[in-house]
DNA sequence: CGCTACTTTCAGAAACTTGTGAAGTTAAGG
DNA sequence: CCTTAACTTCACAAGTTTCTGAAAGTAGCG
């Protein structure tokens, strides 16, 4: 709603997106502020912003901001770059690289493979319990493979949609 | 480790388990009880126990389990069911019910669309972020598809491997 | 129809999380 | 090298979540 006629950016449709956004990360299991730094980041037009400007959008202390940006960029979701000349740094979020990130939930689902083996291996893998830990276990092995898959699909889908391949 | 011998379950190991795979799954985001007590029916040997079981397994009080099985319900990951003549109630894991409900995200993803069709609406489809709004919102929108198909191959694949139709 | 076995709801105490301000660290530029 | 802009770390206060005990609700069974 509210189709922006032309250049300046309304900077209340964007806390508007962002908060939303955020909210649904949080939902989901994403600590508040990382999720809302994110959502800054992928809803800026750069792709990018320094560290003043989100703990300005977002009325947090760079403390805040600092604690955000290094949760996201251990998941991979963000990376950090050093604007040269200048001891300002700026995060940026790529698109391709950040729901790739989603989806390489790798460590998690190895994780989770690892306490069901262990499973298996306590309760016996011929017990009724250790059968059921077993096939979780082969469900979730099934699916670290598929993952892989369906993210190769994406990349061809996608560049035949758009022929594109780097939008910032 | 500690191949139980025969008959017994070992409480200790079973206990372990719970613990570790509850962990695991609160680290993904969900609660403590409802992981505790969902890690719980997944070990247990006839898939399901009653709430007095899970209450003194688990060293919690009813209300708290009251409460988690109240969640697991809602997002689909156990079913209750009533004892015939008695007012005890018992929960239930079956394994393809329940990682069947882990990839119905659904309304979860569902929800993430909506959040980013609004931003691309309200940022403009043509801005810079508009564009990376809308690129993600196809990668969701492609992966809603594919998840059912990926679900369609693991009940092939499991079929074959095991001609189970109904661990229970 | 009331008794009792069970489950649910609710208010509050305890534990944990989260964000802040202030002090500490790093490195650009004079 | 010193100054200073910028980021990071840390202790703590505020806020939130989580679990409990107690009271209320529900439904089998005599």
Redesign the interface.
Request: aromatic share 8%.
């Given at each position: 709603?509210?189709?922006?006629s032309a250049e300046g950016?309304?900077p209340e449709?964007?806390s508007?997106?962002v908060e939303?956004?955020a909210?649904?990360l949080v939902?989901?299991?994403?600590q508040r502020m990382p999720a809302r730094v994110f959502a800054a980041l992928?809803?800026?037009?750069?792709?990018s912003l320094t560290s003043a400007e989100l703990g300005e959008q977002l009325q947090v202390s760079p403390a805040a901001v600092s604690g955000a940006v290094r949760y996201l960029a251990q998941q991979h979701m963000v990376s950090r770059e050093r604007e040269p000349g200048s001891r300002r740094e700026r995060y940026r979020v790529s698109?391709n690289q950040?729901?790739e990130a989603l989806t390489n939930r790798d460590a998690?689902l190895k994780?989770?493979e690892h306490?069901?083996r262990?499973?298996v291996?306590?309760?016996?893998a011929r017990?009724?319990?250790g059968?059921?830990?077993a096939?979780?276990l082969?469900?979730f092995e099934?699916?670290d493979g598929?993952i892989a898959k369906?993210m190769e699909?994406?990349r061809v889908?996608?560049e035949q949609?758009?022929g594109?391949d780097g939008?910032?």
């Amino acid at each position: 709603m509210t189709e922006p006629s032309a250049e300046g950016r309304d900077p209340e449709a964007v806390s508007k997106f962002v908060e939303s956004f955020a909210a649904q990360l949080v939902e989901a299991g994403m600590q508040r502020m990382p999720a809302r730094v994110f959502a800054a980041l992928l809803s800026s037009d750069p792709g990018s912003l320094t560290s003043a400007e989100l703990g300005e959008q977002l009325q947090v202390s760079p403390a805040a901001v600092s604690g955000a940006v290094r949760y996201l960029a251990q998941q991979h979701m963000v990376s950090r770059e050093r604007e040269p000349g200048s001891r300002r740094e700026r995060y940026r979020v790529s698109s391709n690289q950040w729901y790739e990130a989603l989806t390489n939930r790798d460590a998690v689902l190895k994780r989770w493979e690892h306490a069901l083996r262990e499973g298996v291996d306590s309760l016996g893998a011929r017990s009724p319990a250790g059968r059921r830990l077993a096939e979780t276990l082969a469900f979730f092995e099934f699916l670290d493979g598929e993952i892989a898959k369906v993210m190769e699909r994406w990349r061809v889908h996608r560049e035949q949609q758009y022929g594109a391949d780097g939008v910032a």
